[in-house]
């Protein structure tokens, strides 16, 4: 636990509050009448865009708190991080404010919100786990289980929130959404596709960077950019009311900052710790806080600028020897190095608590700046510590201590950590984040070609239910060359259904070719004229009498699976598979088939 008595460096800085909210009563007044006062039930996208230290969480915040207070409004928060350790990292949050808002409601209310839910949401977002039993639909249809458990699962989130949407307003906050992961924006599209949408408002945060698309930009609906411009200097100088400057000095900070609410906080706070000098930089001023820092508190800036996440005290003290005082986290809290992390509480899928005592530099430029003081074996040592720490956490921390490991060359360490983080994203559905672990493992796949065959394998079927088609044609591609015999056909034959999936025809043909080929069978050219398919038909016949490695009914199983794919491309071959190999030649289906 912190202590409350701060360090003399802390009391002789300032608090680590957060510095007092000033402005921003255009956009607030705007993004007001927007939700509370909307007319229709069309779906609303704000999108608050600046430039970093611009002041946008904490506009964020203020939103949130204001429109709770309207009792006009469910608000649920969520953040987006530039490294991923929870499956649907933007929306885990959010979503489990709403289950928490869920067990609030009267049992009447509460009765027709869990009616609308069903079972298969607490399948992408743990927290659902905590209501009480829940049904669950079945369906059937040619997609894989996967597939049709998450189109199931999102259904039943957006006819929810179309139930919490009948009786108050709705909206969904989103910090730094410039990093919103990829199966959080297929939940987005899903939740806010036409037509009958819940008429749900978004408000995101936003900073561009040139050259880069925005996620939100790929929406294919209407958004509304409110740009946040510096503060006017009457603004600014309220903002440095408390900070304890001489006039002189509020001036020159001022004039410095230019009404940019985080170099105004930034150098105000380096004008105290380096005796009214002020700085001519960002990477200046943080350099001029940590000067007359100690030992214990440097180490720990250090560490959590190294994190790259949001980093529980717990891990930090177990990652330290000796572990950092509180005093030398209050010396950094009150020269604003170090801030109390997150918009928004997680939920229970990520790491328990995870925004209480949880910590991280105060902004994204004070993290640069101090990771470029570090030197490489200073930060390998630190992630090799970290890595420990967050495998000793326990539930969820499995892609944090992989990460780490990864950064400080600990493959040994690295893989089962991956792996663990990998299954836990295929379990909770969350396909991109599952193909993207996958590939990972393929990089430091080595031990053995077995090894190296099912890591490109697994990341061709994580591939294949996150629609990169392409991609996973060319992972079984790869493990297709690392297998034999009836192991590898079948993984040609994914491949090319892959490939015909995504349009690539003439390399869908060729891996179907080489398949035929190798039980025996002999394939007319695509678009070639029936009268050649219909000679070829004797020749196809009696191809199945020679001599083969491959048994007759695994051959014919083979040839019928390709039939239905086939018949998309060459009707005529389609149809001769499907007669002459028939229903009667196959076995059931096997693992693995299914993202083919």
Known sequence: RISDEPSLHARLSVSGASPPFVGRKAELDQVRTAVLERQGNEVQILRLRAAAGMGKTHLLRRIASDLRQSGQCAVVSGRCDLEETVPFQALDGAMGQLVDWMLDRPQPEQASLLQATDASTAKLFPSFQRLPPLSSSVEDGPLPDEVRVRRRALRSLRGLLGVVSRTRRVALLLDDAQWLDGDSLVVLQELLRPPDAPPITVIATERPSPGRPLPLDSLDMSTQVLPLGPLARD??????????????????????????????????????????????????????????LSGPARSLLELLAVAHSPLPRRVADAALNPAPSSAALADLLGLRLVRRAGLAQQGDGAVPSVHRGTYEPYHALVREVVVQGIKPERQQAL??????????????????????????????????????AATRAETALAFGRAAT??????????????????????????????????????????????????????????????????????????????????????????????????????????????????????????????????????????????IHHGPGHRRPAREGDGAG
Do not use: C
């Not at 990169?468 to 297709?480: T, W």
């Not at 490695?549 to 039939?563: D, N, V």
């Open 437 to 578: 672990l996958r590939g990972e493992l393929v990089g430091i796949a080595r031990a053995t070609e077995h090894e190296v065959r099912l890591a490109h394998e697994r990341h061709g079927r994580a591939l294949a239910l996150a629609g990169e088609v392409a991609e996973a044609a060319r992972a079984y591609d790869a493990a297709a060359d690392l297998a034999t015999g009836l192991h590898r056909l079948t993984l040609q034959r994914l491949a090319a259904t892959q490939f015909l999936t995504g349009g690539y025809v003439d390399e869908a043909m060729e891996r179907f070719s080489a398949v035929l080929r190798a039980v025996g069978l002999r394939v007319p050219p695509v678009g070639a004229p029936s009268f050649l398919l219909q000679l070829a038909v004797p020749a196809a016949a009696a191809a199945w009498s020679r001599p083969s490695e491959i048994p007759h009914g695994e051959r014919a199983e083979i040839a019928f699976a390709m039939a239905t794919r086939l018949g998309n491309v060459n009707p005529l071959l389609g149809r001769l598979l499907e």
């Open 235 to 292: 603004e600014a100088a309220a903002m440095l009311a408390d900070e304890g400057l001489s006039e002189l000095a509020t001036t020159q900070v001022l004039d410095e900052a230019g009404g940019h609410p985080l170099f105004l906080t930034t150098l105000a706070a380096a004008m105290r710790a380096g005796g009214g000098r002020i700085p001519r930089s960002m990477a200046e001023a943080t350099a001029a806080r940590m000067a007359g």
């Open 383 to 420: 992630h090799r510590a970290l890595g420990r720490a967050w495998r000793d956490w326990g539930v969820g921390s499995a892609e944090e201590a992989g990460r780490h490991w990864l950064a400080a060359h600990d493959l040994k360490s690295a893989k089962p950590a991956l792996e663990a």
